[in-house]
């Protein structure tokens, strides 16, 4: 039997919109199905929401596997399977996570959203035809931060260049590297400019042999050879994530990021005076060298 939506009790002849109150179920039991006649006109609007209202419905509310609704923030679909939010149906109808090779995040904060740890995950940003195999780090600072280069003292000024330094094939940089490796900043602007980050410090310099955090102003612009001061925010700095920013204005001699001279040993740079070349890894005038990594969203 078919109930026709103009007989429903209450409705005003010749409208036809239902409308289904908060936190109502439809139960469609084994066999049923919504069905669309007029294919070429016909379509289901589905549910939508930002990441972080997703994520907070996920955490408070019993969410059953196959739940589709569109994410306004990352601007796709997304599905929820076995625990976590998918970005796509992969083949044979099967949910392919996001991170996978066969389905590419286009950025860290992709991985985040899915719920997944850190880890390595394939990376695609928009605009670029190959994935990388990247680490993501999803328990600091936020999560959602790429790993994009590994700098080490051993290969002293290997940093500092606008080129990718040492990635083999589809692998990217790794925390356990014993050389520099780094992607190329071309790689980096693609994948801010993919990013769906929007806070004030997307740039993570992590100095291992320093002990110390500089987070970068977002507003930066990406070139890791040439001096930081051609561009401000690139040494508008701070020691905390989303933090208050100093604007240190050191001189032509710090390059990439932050401050090499003016701090006292409370900020650092991504490099110094390449054409020493002795200036090895990170530079602090007071502190030395040190190794360490920086990572972007």
Known sequence: MKLNVAQIQGLVANSYNVTIPSNTVLDFREGSHISHPATATSHLLLPYGTTAEWQQKSDTHSIVDYQLFYDTTLNEPRIYNDGAFGSSIGTGGNIAQVGTQENPAMNGQEILAAGLGSGLYWIQPENQSTAYEMYVDNTRNGGGWILCATVRTSTCQDHMTTGSVRISGTTGPRTSDTSTTKMSDGWIITLVNSSAYTGS????????????????????????????????????????????????????????????????????????????????????DSLGASNGYLWVK
């Open 201 to 284: 410090t997307r740039y993570w310099l992590e100095a291992t042999g320093f002990n110390k955090n500089m987070f970068v102003d977002s507003r930066a612009t990406i070139n890791l050879l040439n001096s930081a001061s051609e561009n401000n925010p690139r040494t508008r700095v701070s020691t905390s994530y989303e933090g208050s920013f100093s604007d240190r204005s050191p001189n032509t001699g710090t390059r990439g990021f932050g401050d090499h001279h003016t701090s006292s040993g409370t900020y650092f740079a991504w490099g110094r005076h390449p054409e020493s070349g002795n200036n090895c890894g990170f530079r602090e």
